[in-house]
């Protein structure tokens, strides 16, 4: 099994201590790959549309995001993490997915995303672990994958590890750990099924590039749609 890992902050904080007792269960029949935000994604996209317009290798920050993308794309299974700032996930986040908005469905999603499973590991102190954690499944969703798993903490008691209660660090542990136990018992080998919302919205999609190939064939999402043959009868799923 292959897994790649976002880290929505380059603090070895509580977030970062749970994500590492849930990679602990799989490591021994896992290779991992890491990502730590900001270092290894420092800058904000500027929205210049070169990578909806033109092409993706010709972002300014390509260097960066080519090489996350590639190990998203042979990943078995995604691993984002974030802890809640004001009640969202991290800035360095949210600039990372910015950078992915041409592999949403209404632009060039990537065929191997809706095969994928992917894991969302949040905490906050009493509340916005949810809507950060949403922050992130919005972005994964639109990329194509269904299947996403979501494991959201609340402290509710102090953001350092060795302050939290025995009690507390227990509860939070036996769910990443049973989590991580049902990971462990799928069959990789074979891709994750795409629920029918994502059908749906890709079969709305399909018809909004038919009509604009209409009017641009030249137009880079719908040249793109037309070569995976997204336009006639295949798909992106099996």
Known sequence: MKITVINGTEKHGVTYRLKEIFLDELRDQAEITEFYLPKDCPNFCVGCTTCFLKDEHMCKDAEYIQKIEKALLEADLLILTSPAYVFHATGAMKAMLDHFGYR??????????????????TQCLGAGGKSSAK?????????GISNIRVCSFKLMSDIQWNKIAEKKKRKMTDKLVKTAGKIKRMDFTRPART?????CKFYAVRMMQTGLGKDDPEYTDFKYWKSNGWIDKARPWK
Do not use: V, Y
């Not at 949403?104 to 590991?121: C, D, L, S, V, Y």
């Not at 992130?136 to 639109?142: F, P, T, V």
């Not at 629920?195 to 059908?199: A, V």
């Open 195 to 199: 629920k029918l919302i994502t059908k």
């Open 135 to 143: 922050d992130i499944k919005d972005s994964l969703s639109w990329w």
């Open 104 to 121: 949403w469905i209404p632009h060039r999603p990537a065929k191997e995303m809706f095969g994928k499973r992917a894991m969302i590991i």
